[in-house]
Every structure is written in structure tokens, then in C-alpha cells.
């Protein structure tokens, strides 16, 4: 059998890779069989609320959730990358510092409270709960809130005294 150079170097840069992160990453191994549960039931409640929304349910509809969930475990990944990253930075440069996750729990966090409430939404559209309701909009006007807040302090090109005074209170 023939095994290119280009297959060996990428392989081995791969396993590499993936030695580090699961290494020094066994501690995201809780949130992320929460994340997954919280993806499961996500999945489960969208095909159980399609019909009340007067949506069909389809396998290409379906594959585009799955597709959506795998960009979202990518994104962990990718945390988990640059975290090792900078932690082994560190070691490099003689700085000792603790193994902190810092962009891949974020990443875990933020996926996984955007899947609890689309998992309140659905619930919400199966059983129109009243309680879900007011909940759901309080949420979505409080991260709308945050939303405006934060672009209004990143604005950029403007020289108003306001967006400046904004930028240095931050």
C-alpha cells in the first residue's frame, strides 16, 4: 500500500491535534453531554412543533438542524483549539497559569442557553403556554437591549461625544 508523504504529515499533524485538545479538554466533558442532551431535545421538540407552526417535516429540513448542530460542536472545537493554544503559549514562554477553558465554555454557554430557549419556544408553540410566553419575550427584549447597547459602544467612524464618552465608561 501507498502512503503518500502529504497523508502521513496530515495524519499525524490530525492525531497531534486531536491528543492535546482531548488531553488537557477531559474537564468540558460535562458540559458537553449536557450541550448534547440540550441539542437532542431541541431536535426532538422543533419536529414535535413543526405541524403548529403549519410547518412540513422533511429529511432536507431536517439535515439542515443536523447540519446546524455539527456548526455548533465546530464552533466548541474551535474554542477548545485556541484555548490549548494559548495555555501551551504560556508554557513556552515560561509563564505558569492554570488550565482555564475560557473560549470553549463560553462557546458550550452560549449554545447551550440558545438551546434551552428554542426548546422553550417549541414547547411554547406545542402546548401555548402563557407563562412561556412572557418569559420568552422578556428574554428576547433583554438580549435585544444588550444587543443595541453594546453596538452603539463598538460604532465605529464616529466622533459624537457620546459614542466617546460610552467607550471610555467601558
Keep these: 500500500m501507498n502512503v503518500s508523504t502529504k497523508e502521513v504529515l496530515s495524519s499525524a ?10 488531553n488537557e479538554a477531559w ?17 426532538i421538540s422543533a419536529l414535535l412543533a413543526a405541524p403548529t407552526r403549519g410547518q412540513v417535516r422533511s429529511s432536507v429540513k431536517g439535515m439542515k438542524g443536523i447540519k446546524k448542530k455539527i456548526a455548533m460542536w465546530i464552533l466548541v472545537f474551535i474554542g477548545i483549539m485556541v484555548d490549548v493554544a494559548i495555555y501551551y503559549s504560556f508554557i513556552i514562554t515560561g509563564i505558569k497559569t492554570p488550565r ?7 462557546a458550550i454557554t452560549i449554545i447551550f442557553v440558545n438551546e434551552l430557549i428554542s426548546i422553550c419556544e417549541n414547547m411554547n408553540d406545542i402546548y401555548n403556554l402563557p407563562f412561556l410566553n412572557k418569559l420568552l419575550a422578556k428574554v428576547s427584549k433583554e438580549v435585544e437591549k444588550k444587543a443595541e447597547e453594546q453596538v452603539e459602544i463598538l460604532k465605529i467612524g464616529d466622533d459624537s461625544d457620546e459614542v466617546q464618552k460610552k467607550n471610555k465608561l467601558s
Excluded at 491535534?17 to 482531548?22: G, P, R, S, T
Excluded at 482555564?100 to 463560553?106: N, P
Design 13 to 22: 499533524l490530525l492525531a497531534t491535534i486531536l491528543n492535546a485538545v482531548l
Design 27 to 43: 474537564i468540558l466533558i460535562l458540559p458537553s453531554i449536557l450541550l448534547l442532551i440540550a441539542q437532542g431535545f431541541d431536535y
Design 100 to 106: 482555564v477553558f475560557i473560549f470553549s465554555l463560553s
